[in-house]
């Protein structure tokens, strides 16, 4: 098996190249999925959205505490696009602007419901520590 080196890069202690683990790589880029990459997974997971439609869903889901700005927006989709959490369903002409929608893919859904389980673990942890804190006075809550 031959491992993928990063070209330009390397060690400057032995000049060797640095292999690239990818594998690494993805899974720790799903260990942590930011708030708005959750509700934007979340948001599609519902139905196919074009853009504008994602940053609606996302103001609904975050009862709005979330509002996505275009540049986050659209660097958002471009990224999940590129991990293949998310494709691009069709494209569509509105008053002469095009209109990208997006879906859930595969491997997206299977990301959303691993970060839901993962969140899920959390919240109880919080919530168990929550219940066993002792008040300020020092007696439990």
Do not use: F, N
């Not at 997971?45 to 927006?73: C, F, K, N």
């Not at 991990?83 to 299977?110: M, P």
């Amino acid at each position: 098996m031959r491992l993928p080196v990063c070209a330009g890069w390397e060690d400057p202690a032995t000049d060797l190249p640095i292999l690239r683990l990818t594998l690494y790589v993805v899974l720790r880029s799903m260990a942590v999925v930011h708030e708005a990459t959750y509700l934007i997974l979340t948001a599609l997971a519902e139905q196919t959205l074009h853009g504008y439609g994602v940053v609606q869903a996302v103001q609904r889901l975050s009862a709005g505490e979330i509002t996505l700005r275009p540049g986050t927006l659209y660097g958002a989709l471009d990224r999940l696009a590129e991990q293949k959490l998310i494709t691009v369903d069709h494209e569509q002409v509105v008053d002469g602007r095009l209109r990208r929608y997006y879906r859930l893919s595969a491997s997206g859904t299977t990301a959303l419901a691993t970060q839901t389980e993962r969140l899920r673990r959390h919240t109880a942890a919080a919530e168990r520590a929550l219940r066993t804190r002792p008040d300020p006075a020092g007696s439990p809550a």
